[in-house]
């Protein structure tokens, strides 16, 4: 009579299947961030609310369809902006920034003065009612 | 060992929130001091193409639709930021129009989405 020596149940290793945890685990961990959106935010003036506000305290920028800046009715460099617009912050905190576009303006060149302003630390950013064309 | 890892594999599963929509084709601008959103819950995206296109939740509005639509979800959720994903060629007409609808469905949390500068740009 042949013994059959009986093999030992055979068990498969699974000392693996922590390290495929740890994988899925990390790459959870990575994706859970990647779809932050970012951007720069701005508070809308609300409707209607037109605040009587002394003249003193805003300063217009204006925009032209080829994205040419007026600051203060004086034609200016777009990556001047922050400059100008930090050192009158320093002389008058409440400065009102009010910006105002020209409907065939580039939204590009819109948010590059936006910028400028945000790097200025500017808060008070109000954009104008479009004027009836 | 191997348990904790599944628990907080569970956890990030569950907690990863996946994108719902799949938004218009638009080049996105770039900016310099970009932040990142508040809250993912409490946003919603607008997304406006340079030939004049809006859509919201992947479905395509007329510009005189963005206030209602904006207004019922300023109703649901009063935090809601508003994502605004254009395109950089967009003209500011549509941009200006979108503004007064959100200001009309007073909706005025909004954030230009945009990708960071490449430094030397």
């Keep these: 009579m042949i013994k059959k020596k009986r093999r030992p149940p055979q068990e498969i290793n699974s000392s693996s299947m922590a390290d495929i945890a740890f994988l899925l685990l990390v790459f959870f961990l990575v994706t859970t961030t990647i779809s932050m959106d970012k951007g720069i935010s701005l508070v809308l003036p609300s409707e209607g609310n037109e605040l009587e506000v002394n003249r003193k305290n805003i300063v217009n920028i204006l925009m032209n369809e080829s994205g040419k800046v007026l600051l203060d009715d004086k034609p200016t460099r777009v990556e001047a902006i922050h400059g100008i617009v930090e050192r009158k912050i320093a002389g008058n905190p409440n400065l009102i920034f009010s910006v105002q576009t020209h409907p065939r303006t580039k939204y590009q060149d819109y948010l590059r003065v936006l910028d400028q302003l945000k790097e200025a630390k500017a808060t008070k950013i109000s954009i104008a009612n479009p004027p009836a064309f | ?121």
Excluded: C
């Excluded at chain 2, 719902?20 to 993912?40: F, H, N, T, W």
């Excluded at chain 2, 639509?69 to 605004?84: G, H, I, Q």
């Design chain 2, 1 to 121: 060992m191997p348990d904790i890892i599944f628990m907080l594999l569970i956890f990030f599963m569950v907690t990863t929130v996946m994108r719902e929509y799949e938004g218009l084709d638009v080049i996105m601008p770039r900016a310099k001091m970009i932040e990142k959103l508040e809250s993912k819950r409490h946003t919603t995206y607008v997304w406006a193409t340079k030939d004049g296109l809006i859509s919201v939740d992947d479905r395509i509005i007329h510009i005189n639709d963005l206030a209602g639509l904006m207004y019922n979800k300023v109703a649901k959720d009063p935090k809601v930021t508003v994502s605004l994903k254009s395109d950089e060629k967009t003209t500011m007409k549509l941009i200006t129009d979108i503004h007064t609808q959100l200001r009309t469905a007073n909706a005025l949390k909004l954030s230009y989405s945009a990708l960071t500068k490449k430094p030397g740009s």
